[in-house]
């Protein structure tokens, strides 16, 4: 089974060709590590899976991008509803400067729903599986902006859980942590592939081993080899792929 | 003293006296309208109609006017300019048409006061009929501060971090949803100070409201918005150039102004004060 595809995706920012003929796989409850040199296209792809790149003017997508088997670039697919479906964290925490409570609870309330029963059911659950409710559980009133910057993240993370995604992007969800906040968020990441499936940018290669089944690296806008991660890391294929993972490059 | 540190001296020196100076200046003009003005207030003064040709009693009617102008503009140029901010910041994207109206946006702001006088006059008062009214004067204040609204509300949103916006959009919000629960309760209080600073600028116009609402001398409160009233900034104008009695009138000129920066200066500390309680609040 299949849970997201890219057939054939091109992708431009006005003549700058970003990504060339990528084909990719993903399936339920895996974790794929997207790897490769700053500025070779990793964003641009992750971003594909829910329409973000939109947001950006004077861009053109080729090649079919499927979720749950459906074309989400089809005419008769709704952006929000997609992003509904698909949650994604940042790589910097971008918490609203709203409550704890609030911020995971927006994504229900934007889809109208506003009772109070469920969204403390929500809440709770949403902020035990991003292994945040320890933390806050007595304070969920507290400003989300006096949390520490990993606290942050883990909000973020629960509050793109709270709308159950079928799909969780993450965009170097750790990078901007501290060791302790990343270890954190690396084990929570390793609970949350039983239930959802996971693409994650990272330029930790450590990382991409310890945490993903399936690598991908890209190089120049290009994807230069996917595969499970063992794999790539103790014998890839493409001499590309050595090159980086033993650091002579990138 | 090396050359570098005595140059730095000089320089810091320099500004030093300079500010000073700027602040001085300003001092001496308040403290001039404070002790010439502080001396005629009372409550009479504050609370009575003009007599015996402005140069006794109180300025009520002006305070009046002033207070039903502030108010007029604003229920017509607060909605406008903040929409048209939040359209012209969220919605059009960064193109020449965009670039077009803020440059016109711009030079409106510094189009000459009187100028817009004349336009109210024409379209308010004649073309639309409404005669010298509140609603003319108003509306006439109001397109006069809509740019310094507009300008405010685009600054007050380009100041919101666009990692809010990408959180918000990729959460399934739509963008309406966005605008409205996460961006503009973070920029509120930067507009609602632009607003209240505005208002300030309204309360003290002459020009505006010249031909098309200001009595010269009407020494009763307005029953309508059709009505015409006196106007603060007006009655100083008559009160210093052509009363019928300009020695004895010119106490009653400087309590005008008094009570004229006192407002400017209320709503000066009201912007201040809510900007700091309402960012207290979204940041909580
Ligand atoms: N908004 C944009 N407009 C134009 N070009 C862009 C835009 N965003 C990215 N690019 C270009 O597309 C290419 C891929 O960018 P992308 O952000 O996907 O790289 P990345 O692999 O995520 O890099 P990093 O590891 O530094 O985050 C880069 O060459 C970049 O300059
Ligand atoms: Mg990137």
New binding site residues.
């Given amino acids: 089974m299949i849970q997201a595809e890219a057939k054939n995706v091109n992708f431009y920012?006005?003549d700058?060709h970003?990504?060339k003929d990528i084909s990719m796989t993903f399936e339920p409850s895996s974790v794929t590590a997207?790897i490769?040199?700053?500025?070779?296209?990793?964003?641009?792809?992750?971003?594909l899976f829910n329409r973000m790149?939109e947001l950006?003017g004077?861009?053109r997508l080729e090649g079919l991008v499927t979720v749950d088997g459906k074309n989400i670039y089809d005419k008769d697919v709704q952006v929000d509803e997609i992003r509904k479906r698909i949650g994604m964290v940042f790589?910097k925490p971008n918490p609203f400067p709203k409550s704890i409570f609030e911020n995971v609870a927006y994504g229900l309330r934007v889809n109208g729903i506003n009772k109070k029963s469920i969204l403390d059911e929500v809440v709770e659950s949403s902020l035990k599986k991003a292994a945040l409710w320890e933390e806050v559980k007595d304070n969920l009133k507290k400003s989300a902006m006096a949390l520490s910057g990993g606290q942050q993240q883990r909000l973020c993370i629960a509050r793109a859980l709270a709308v159950e995604p079928h799909l969780l992007l993450m965009?170097?969800p750790a990078s901007a942590l501290d060791p302790i906040s990343t270890a954190k968020v690396e084990d929570l990441i390793f609970e949350l592939k039983k239930q959802y499936t996971i693409i994650i940018?990272t330029?930790n290669l450590q990382q991409a081993g310890r945490i993903s089944d399936y690598t991908g690296f890209?190089y120049l806008?290009s994807l230069i080899e996917h595969d499970k991660t063992q794999k790539m890391f103790l014998n890839p294929a493409d001499e590309r792929t050595q090159s980086y993972i033993t650091g002579r490059f990138g | 003293m090396t050359r570098k540190q005595l140059s730095q001296y000089i320089a810091f020196s320099s500004f030093t006296i300079i500010s000073l100076v700027v602040v001085g200046i300003l001092f001496v003009i308040l403290g001039f309208i404070i002790v010439r003005g502080a001396s005629v207030i009372s409550w009479e003064f504050i609370t009575g109609m003009p007599e015996e040709g402005m140069t006794k009693g109180g300025i009520l009617p002006a305070i009046v006017g002033t207070g039903c102008l502030i108010l007029g503009s604003m229920i017509f140029a607060f909605p406008v300019g903040v929409l048209s901010g939040i359209y012209m910041n969220e919605y059009l994207s960064d193109n020449w048409f965009r670039r077009f109206i803020d440059f016109m946006t711009n030079n409106l702001a510094g189009v000459p006061s009187i100028v817009f006088g004349l336009f109210g006059m024409a379209l308010f008062v004649n073309y639309l009929g409404f005669g010298d009214s509140i609603i003319a004067g108003s509306m006439t204040l109001g397109l006069l501060t809509l740019p310094v609204i507009i300008r405010t509300t685009e600054e007050a949103l380009k100041s919101v971090d666009d990692s809010l916006r990408t959180g918000s959009l990729a959460l399934g919000a739509t963008k309406l949803q966005t605008i409205r629960k996460v961006v503009l309760p973070v920029a509120f209080p930067n507009i609602i100070t632009g607003l209240i600073l505005s208002i300030g600028r309204v309360s003290g116009e002459t020009a505006p409201i010249l031909f098309t609402v200001a009595a010269y001398f009407l020494p009763n409160l307005p029953h309508s918005i059709y009505d015409q009233v006196m106007a603060l900034p007006y009655h100083l104008y008559v009160l210093a150039t052509s009363g019928t009695n300009m020695e004895e009138s010119r106490p009653m000129a400087y309590g005008t102004a008094f009570v004229l920066i006192v407002i400017v200066l209320l709503m000066n500390l009201l912007a201040n004060f809510l900007r700091k309680a309402l960012g207290k609040r979204v940041k909580m």
Avoid at chain 1, 36 to 47: D, H, I, Q, Y
Wanted: hydrophobic share 30%.
């Fill in positions: 920012y006005g700058f970003a990504l997207l490769g040199p700053s500025g070779c296209g990793k964003s641009t792809f992750l971003r790149n950006i004077n861009t790589q965009d170097e940018v330029h890209f806008g």
